[in-house]
């Protein structure tokens, strides 16, 4: 761990910003499948019961139920672990999506975030599920003040929304104030141009590992944090596909379908200087275990990072 920084989880920001958004916004109303408790929106059940829902196992009527909601004028927030509120409810959610229901959906436990409980509660595909489908929102911010500023957006913007969220500590990078600002990218330090890691907010920790470990290569590069899946802001893609000779992405996920696959689609049949590497899952389940050692073993690390770099 880094010295400089304190660590926190980022999905205990989740409860208390819900509970001061909806001081001001009686339209916010949260539902849960059965883990209050584990996704941190318990606390909201204590603050606001007339606004909170709990469903119980069911995943898909959740959904159906927030959709519902949304159609009456509410702003419906599903939380639940990644796996259950994404993974388990595609058709429900594609039909959200399909009439461009205000529902926002918050996936925690990101990743291998859920290691002991083994790949049955992974979720390394829910970025590559959400951002396919059309009118969805998807956001991955890093640190416990960066999920809360994500949660305001989120909030704030209009239409359906996916946001993972990291289970595992993580160093605390940004200040309570940050803001944040949907398909935006958030360049962390510019100290030369021979390579980019670029990273997703769950892998923040072995994303700035990389990064330490990379001033011992000779070369000077960038450290990005992309914050937002989709919009990808491909602007700051592109300029950067110019600068440097390798892109390296960084995530808590499958390489297929998520941050290494948006990176090549948006650079694919144009001319730019940098190659793109992946460190990331490959197209494999993972066993039971810590979630630092399963990162390790299946080499989402410094160690992958650095070798790109080399």
Sequence with gaps: MFSQYEYSIPKEAIGNTLIELAETNNKICVFSSDVSKSVNVYEFSQAHPDRFFEMGIAEQS???????????????????????????????????????????????????????????????????????????????????????????????????????????????????????????????YDEGDDFAIIFEGSALEQALEGWEASKNTGKKGKLINIRSIKPLDEECVRKVADMVDTIITVENHSIKGGLYSVICETLAGEKHKAVVKPVGFHDQFMESGPSAGIKEKYGLNAKAIVDYIN
């Design 62 to 188: 959740t959904v159906s139920a927030a959709g519902g909601m949304a159609i009456e004028g509410f702003i419906p927030v599903y939380v639940a672990l990644s796996i259950f509120s994404n993974g388990m409810t595609f058709p429900q959610t594609r039909q959200v999506c399909n009439n461009n229901l205000n529902v926002k959906i918050i996936g925690t436990h990101a990743g291998v975030d859920d290691g002991a409980d083994g790949p049955g509660h992974h979720s390394t595909e829910d970025m590559a599920i959400s951002r396919v489908i059309p009118r969805m929102t998807v956001l991955c911010p890093s640190d416990e003040n960066e999920v809360a500023a994500a949660i305001r957006a989120m909030i704030d913007m209009e239409g359906p929304c996916y946001m993972r969220v990291a289970r595992e500590v993580q160093p605390i990078i940004h200040d309570k104030d940050i803001k944040f600002e949907i398909g935006k990218a958030e360049i962390l």
